[in-house]
């Protein structure tokens, strides 16, 4: 067991004991949030960092006190369930290391005893037979055991389909299909910020982009790539135009470049409330829709300087918060078919969107006031 458990429990334990001093009608999740990073050191070697994490993710514009006692309490399961765990782990390797040390055993010899009664008597018989006799003697026993064990070898080898091809089989020798060789999963990496579309065209001239629409939750989510292209430096935006987006690079950390990748995501729509007497507040509500869909990418250039970038941008009125899923589709340049990959999703990434959040905002441009005539 690691060295390092115990105080892992003990950091749990002090964990808990804070959040049972927390008062319900002091709960924020501002104060729940910041217990993360001050007990990271038990939540991490616990395992249990990345629920407490997204549990705390999920609930992140919640102010009604009775759901974050509600969620207090859910933490506080959560760390008991983390420290029984490691309880249950420290008093296992307690067993272990208790149990005795096997001692190595002594290694078989053969004996002539060791052998069938049959087998083993009849040895004893010849080399008797054979100490007792002359030269000329001892050349005819051996002539005859090298014919009789010759014979037995024939014979054997003339009914081998009788005996062989049966034992073979019931090892699977026999009709086993070569094992391919275990093939590490192509990795391609993710990782999504949020910042806005550009304002002039990259060296490739295009800049990829999809949206998240209102209608999407009454039917199949597409997030299709569409492109804007332009001259590479031209502006892409006009001046007195923002537009809020996630700006995504992928990165192909493999071999050689991987063609129709597909990159499996999960979508999730929660309602969005006016919290009472705050107009210009949003307050997140119950999930609406989980929508399963992909995002179909034709090419990722191999190595950390080729990343493909896109930018992912939100119109719906409702909370939306995506999940990328860890297994991707994609093909290498011999594959017939698309074969599994493994995506990485930067730790420290999170795409999650406000209502209206990718809406353009426009600032608009007063116009200069016309010169007025001089007094004369």
């Known amino acids: 067991m690691s060295t390092l458990k115990p105080f892992y429990i003990k950091s749990l334990e002090h964990l808990r004991e804070e959040l049972g001093l927390i008062d319900k009608s002091s709960v924020t999740y501002n104060g729940l949030e910041q217990l993360l990073p001050k007990y990271r050191d038990g939540l991490v070697g616990s395992g249990a960092y990345n629920d407490l994490s997204r ?15 509600a969620l207090r309490v859910e933490m506080i399961g959560k760390v008991n369930a983390a ?5 249950d782990q420290h008093r296992n390797a307690e067993t272990i290391a208790d149990m005795p040390i096997p001692q190595k055993a002594e290694p078989l010899r053969w004996r002539p005893a060791s052998l069938p009664s049959g087998t083993g008597n009849f040895l004893h018989r010849m080399l008797d037979a054979f100490r007792a006799k002359d030269a000329l003697s001892q050349a005819g026993i051996i002539v005859t055991v090298i014919a009789t064990v010759g014979g037995g070898a024939i014979t054997a080898a003339r009914t081998y389909e009788s005996w062989l091809v049966p034992a073979l089989q019931y090892i699977h020798l026999l009709d086993r299909p070569v094992a391919a060789e275990k093939k590490a999963l192509t990795s391609i ?12 065209f990259p060296p490739s001239g295009r800049l990829y982009i999809t949206n998240i629409l209102p209608s999407l939750i009454d039917e199949k989510v597409s997030l299709s790539l569409g492109y804007r292209f332009g001259s590479p430096g031209a502006t892409s935006l006009p001046e007195n135009v923002v537009e809020w987006a996630y700006e995504c690079k992928v990165t192909n950390y493999g071999n050689s470049p991987v063609f129709n990748v597909v990159v499996p995501i999960q979508v999730i729509f929660r309602e969005a ?25 034709a090419k ?8 493909f970038v896109f930018y992912l941008s939100s119109q719906s009125p409702d909370f939306i918060e995506l999940k990328f899923l860890e297994t991707v589709k994609l093909q290498e340049g011999t594959d017939e078919d698309t074969k599994p990959g493994r995506l990485i999703f930067a730790a420290n990434s999170r795409v999650q969107f406000s209502p209206n959040e990718a809406f353009q905002i426009k600032t608009p441009i007063h116009p200069s006031p016309a010169p007025q005539p001089s007094p004369h």
Not at 55 to 69: C, F, G, I, K, R
Not at 83 to 87: D, F, G, H, V
Not at 189 to 198: K, M
């Open 189 to 200: 990496f993710l990782e999504c910020n949020l910042g806005s579309v550009p304002r002039v």
């Open 83 to 87: 420290i029984a765990s490691m309880q």
């Open 300 to 307: 990722i250039d191999t190595g950390k300087d080729n990343p």
């Open 55 to 69: 549990l705390l993710s999920a609930n992140q514009y919640v102010t009604d006190l009775d759901q974050l006692e």
């Open 273 to 297: 409330h006016r919290p009472t007497n705050q107009p210009d507040a949003w307050q997140s509500g119950a999930i609406k829709a989980v929508k399963e869909t992909s995002i179909a990418i």
